[in-house]
C-alpha cells in the first residue's frame, strides 16, 4: 500500500524511504510476475471469453453479444481484465491477447451461425495499443478469411480517447476497416473529449455512452442531460446509441423514452461463457 509507504516515508527520514524503496521494490516484482503470468496463461489456453448479450430497445431482442476476455488463473480463479489488461497494454502483450481474442470470437460467432441462431454480430474491444500500430486491418481481414465469418457480423470496439489520441490516423485506420465491411463502435463514450467536428466525419455505426452517465439515471440531472444529447448527437450523425452499465428496470425505461436504440447491462445479462448463454 504505497499511500502509506509515502507517509511513513514523509515522518521517519531516512529509514522510511528504505521503507518506500522495499514497497517499489515489491510492487515491481509483482508487475514482472503477472507479465510472466500472463505469458504463460497465453500460452497455455488460460484466457477465456466471456459474450454479454446486446439487446435492442425496439424490439427487446437481443441483437448481438459483446466478446470480453478473462482469466483463469489455476490459483486465482476467473480474473477480471481489469487486474491485467493494463499490465498487458505496457508490457506490449496486449496486441497477443487482443489477436486471439479477436479470432476465439469469430471462431464463436461462426459455430452460432451454424447452429443457426440469430445474433447479428459479435463485438470485440481493440486496444489503443494495437489501434495505434495502424496495421490493424490486415490483421482483421486474416481473421475473416481464417475463419470464413462474414465481415460484417463483426463489430470492433475502439475508445473514444484511442480515436482521439491521434485523429488523422484513426480516421484513416477506421476508413480502411470500414471498407473491409466490418461495424465499428466507439467504446466508453463521453469520456475522451472528442472533436465534434471530427466525430462527424468518423466512418462509424455506434457510440456506447460509457456506464458512468448510465449509473445516474434517471435522478441525477447531469448524468440525464448528457444522456439526452449524446443521443440527438448520434441520431444527428446517422449513428445508434448503446447504453452500457444497465441494472435497474427505471433506467432501462428512462434510456427507451430518451430515444436510445441498444442498451447492454447486469439488467438484460452478465458476461457468461459461450456454453452458458441462452440464445435464440
Ligand atoms: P468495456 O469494453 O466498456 O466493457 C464493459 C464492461 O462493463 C465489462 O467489464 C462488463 O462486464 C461491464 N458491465 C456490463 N454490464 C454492467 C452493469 O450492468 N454494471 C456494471 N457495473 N458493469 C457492467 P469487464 O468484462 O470487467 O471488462 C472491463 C474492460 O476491460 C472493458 O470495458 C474493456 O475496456 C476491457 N476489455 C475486456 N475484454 C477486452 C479485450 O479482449 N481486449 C481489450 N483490449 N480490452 C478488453
Ligand atoms: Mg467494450
Ligand atoms: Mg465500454
Ligand atoms: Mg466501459
Known amino acids: 500500500n504505497v499511500d502509506s509507504a509515502l507517509f511513513k516515508a514523509k515522518s521517519s527520514g531516512r529509514e522510511g524511504f528504505a521503507f518506500y524503496d522495499q514497497e517499489q521494490t515489491e510492487y515491481a516484482r509483482q508487475r514482472v510476475e503477472l507479465i510472466a503470468g500472463l ?3 497465453l500460452e497455455n489456453g488460460e484466457l477465456r471469453v466471456h459474450y454479454q448479450p446486446l439487446h435492442c430497445l425496439g424490439d427487446n431482442r437481443m441483437i448481438g ?10 490459483q486465482r480463479g476467473l480474473v477480471p481484465p481489469g487486474e491485467f489488461i493494463p499490465v498487458a497494454e505496457d508490457s506490449g502483450m496486449i496486441s497477443a491477447i487482443d489477436a486471439w481474442v479477436l479470432e476465439e470470437a469469430c471462431r464463436q460467432m461462426v459455430a452460432w451461425r451454424s447452429a443457426g441462431r440469430s445474433l ?53 485506420l477506421l476508413e480502411r476497416l470500414r471498407s473491409l465491411g466490418v461495424r465499428l463502435a466507439i467504446d466508453d463514450f463521453g469520456t475522451g473529449y472528442s472533436s465534434l467536428a471530427r466525430l462527424k466525419r468518423l466512418p462509424v455505426h455506434k ?4 456506464q458512468s452517465f448510465v449509473a445516474g439515471l434517471p435522478h441525477d440531472k447531469d448524468d440525464l442531460a ?40 447486469y439488467l438484460l445479462g452478465r458476461p457468461l461463457a459461450a456454453a452458458d448463454l441462452h440464445l435464440g
Not at 453479444?65 to 489455476?74: F, G, I, T, Y
Not at 457510440?207 to 460509457?210: I, N
Open 120 to 172: 447479428q454480430f459479435v463485438a470485440v474491444n481493440i486496444s489503443s495499443r494495437l489501434f495505434s500500430r495502424g496495421e490493424l486491418d490486415q490483421r482483421v481481414a486474416q481473421v475473416l478469411t481464417d475463419t470464413g465469418l462474414p465481415a460484417d457480423c463483426l463489430e470492433l470496439e475502439v475508445t473514444e480517447s484511442a480515436v482521439m489520441d491521434d485523429p488523422d490516423q484513426a480516421q484513416a
Open 39 to 41: 505469458r504463460h496463461a
Open 65 to 74: 453479444v459483446e466478446a470480453l476476455v478473462r482469466w483463469q488463473h489455476p
Open 226 to 265: 448528457i444522456t439526452h444529447a449524446v443521443i440527438a448527437l448520434a441520431h444527428n450523425m446517422d449513428m445508434k446509441v448503446l447504453a452500457e452499465g444497465v441494472e435497474r428496470s427505471e433506467q432501462l425505461e428512462h434510456l427507451r423514452q430518451l430515444g436510445c436504440d441498444y442498451v447492454q447491462g
Open 207 to 210: 457510440l456506447k455512452l460509457d
